[in-house]
């Protein structure tokens, strides 16, 4: 199975936009649904964003839709979040997740270790 690396996280300002993207090693990357999940701090973890194994097919948290994009490189292994028009709220570390049986699952059984992202007023 693969295994995830998030990077790209950080300290930004409101308004600014920032991405983050997640590694994954081994050879059978384009066969796994992707995802992007996040934990705020006191608060459980929720759906980001989700991808299909070719990246034609494409799932948003309603509250995010228009200003996060997910999409995937499967030659490099890699799958981004676009983050524009960051707010504080958006603060909480973000979790790349593989595995899922379709794009509208919130089962994923391989994490990342995660990527802290805070968002200053």
């Known amino acids: 199975q693969v295994q995830l690396v998030e990077s790209g996280g950080g300290l930004v300002q409101a308004r600014a936009s920032l991405r983050l993207s997640c590694e994954a090693s081994?050879?059978?990357?384009?066969?796994?649904?992707m995802g992007w999940f996040r934990q705020a701090p006191g608060k459980e973890r929720e759906f980001v964003a989700a991808?299909?194994?070719?990246?034609?097919?494409?799932e948003y948290a309603d509250s995010l839709k228009g200003r996060f994009t997910i999409s995937r490189d499967n030659a490099k292994n890699t799958v981004d979040l676009q983050m524009n028009n960051v707010k504080p709220e958006d603060t909480a570390v973000y979790y790349c997740?593989?595995?899922?049986?379709?794009?509208?699952?919130?089962?994923?059984?391989?994490w990342g270790q995660g990527t802290q992202v805070t968002v200053s007023s």
């Open positions: 997740a593989a595995g899922a049986s379709s794009i509208t699952s919130r089962n994923y059984p391989i």
């Open positions: 991808i299909s194994r070719s990246g034609s097919g494409t």
């Open positions: 081994g050879r059978t990357f384009s066969w796994y649904i």
